[in-house]
Antibody, heavy 119, light 109 residues
């Protein structure tokens, strides 16, 4: 079955770049889906960060667009998130997910990884 | 503040029906049928229960139903069961973007 697994540092210093990778198994990242990142601040709701197609087309949350970039590595079946100039407000659980291309609904999620921004 | 507005909490007794509203704008819910709903038990991955406003994925109980009218989408859970106690999030497409609601905590009394 389809599985997504986030990996990356759990602690990032303020002003640095948060980098996470999502490894996809059970499905090809080159198939007709978008691949997305979503975060959840402690005790808060979900926030969409962005999604990417295997061609490299990207769509970002306007509120994060100036600091975020997504990339895809089809040879490794992975996609990645970089969030620059982080502050404590970026402390959250970050999850990767698979998005249906036409319906734009998320059918598979990773378990999520907590990233804390602190010196 | 989330782009879509949901009630913070809704409760009901076993067997009853509850409805969760999700209010957006003409830029999201009002313009697109691309509304989805997710059930989230803390510590687990969210589960897709409704897509395209009123369609259920294979394997999702028919006790869950969705609708959309104007700028508001709704999720109804009928025949409430203890296992339905969870957080529920609505989500909508919004022109090259996706927005979520703030989430609704459903309590089964």
């Amino acid at each position: 079955q389809v599985q997504l697994q986030e990996s990356g540092p759990g602690l990032v210093k303020p002003s640095q770049t948060l980098s996470l990778t999502c490894t996809v198994s059970g499905a090809s990242i080159s198939s007709n889906y978008y691949w997305s990142w979503v975060r959840q601040h402690p005790g808060k709701g979900l926030e969409w960060i962005g999604y990417i197609y295997h061609s490299g087309s990207t769509y970002y949350n306007p509120s994060l667009k100036s600091r975020v970039s997504l990339s895809v590595d089809t040879s490794k079946n992975q996609f990645s998130l970089k969030l620059r100039s982080v502050t404590a407000a970026d402390t959250a659980v970050y999850s990767c997910a698979r998005v249906w291309f036409r319906e734009l609904a998320i059918d598979y999620w990773g378990q999520g990884t907590l990233v804390t921004v602190s010196s | 503040q989330s782009a879509l507005t949901q009630p913070a909490s809704v409760s009901g007794s076993p067997g009853q029906s509850i409805t969760i509203s999700c209010t957006g704008t003409s830029s999201n819910v009002g313009s697109y049928n691309l509304v989805s709903w997710y059930q989230h038990h803390p510590g687990k991955a969210p589960k897709l229960i409704i897509y395209e406003a009123n369609k259920r994925p294979s394997g999702v109980s028919d006790r869950f139903s969705g609708s959309r009218s104007g700028n508001t989408a709704s999720l109804t859970v009928s025949g409430l069961q203890a296992e339905d106690e969870a957080d529920y999030y609505c989500c909508s497409y919004a022109t090259r973007s996706i927005v979520f609601g703030g989430g609704t905590k459903v309590t089964v009394l």
